[in-house]
């Protein structure tokens, strides 16, 4: 998130503290925030819940946030960027066992930051958010469409290949591994996907030369 959109969508703070003891104070809110927006989801949750949650009094709260809304944006932060797929290299090797293993590490992170949990609920909700989102998605999607544009130039592809489709087609995917998950109670194999991935974009030869 670019400092532009960062002060358009999250507004001044009340205050931003310079002491320590403060910092700790609005670190802990964070934290208590971020636990129960992914306990239990971004609408049922309130300031009160989440000041009583960090031991704290509303009015601390307050202080330091607007609103649920400016904290949990506070959250998101620098973190948007790192909830998107992250950007395959075609240049590589083995490009198969290079994407499987940026993956694999690329959702161990999501589900630590989990924020990825509220991101989909907050979106109905915020126009403005889901907007920075559609921009994030779009230089993405033009990042990985230059590596597969370079790659076919190079001759290793598909030729009959619709790059700019293909590109869409490996987001649309990756983007919704943590739905496939949470529906199907089943953990990725992030070789077979690297595997499925990587057939879209290479002939066979390619992948065994």
């Not at 330091?64 to 797929?85: E, T, V």
């Not at 949990?117 to 907050?122: F, H």
């Not at 987001?171 to 943590?178: A, R, S």
Request: proline fraction near 5%; glycine fraction near 4%; hydrophobic fraction near 40%.
């Amino acid at each position: 998130m670019s400092e532009h959109e960062d002060r358009q969508l999250v507004g001044t703070f009340p205050i931003m503290p310079k002491q320590e003891r403060a910092q700790q104070k609005r670190n802990t809110l964070l934290e208590s925030g971020r636990e129960l927006f992914i306990k239990n989801g971004y609408e049922p949750t309130t300031a009160k819940e989440i000041a009583t949650h960090a031991g704290v009094a509303i009015g601390t709260f307050y202080r330091y946030f607007s609103d649920k809304r400016q904290l949990l944006l506070a959250l998101l932060y620098n973190q948007l960027d790192k909830m998107l797929p992250p950007e395959p290299s075609w240049d590589n090797t083995n490009p198969e066992q290079f994407l499987a293993g940026i993956l694999e590490n690329h959702y161990q992170q999501l589900e630590q930051i989990g924020l990825h949990k509220v991101l989909t609920e907050l979106l109905i909700r915020d126009p403005e958010l889901a907007e920075v989102l559609i921009q994030s998605r779009k230089k993405w999607h033009a990042r990985i469409l230059s590596g597969l544009q370079l790659a076919k130039e190079k001759g290793v592809t598909w030729t009959d290949l619709d790059m700019e489709m293909v590109a869409w087609s490996i987001l649309v995917i990756l983007e919704n591994i943590p739905t496939k998950e949470k529906e199907s109670g089943l953990k990725t194999d992030y070789a077979e996907l690297a595997k499925l991935i990587c057939r879209m974009i290479f002939p066979p030869k390619e992948m065994t030369s």
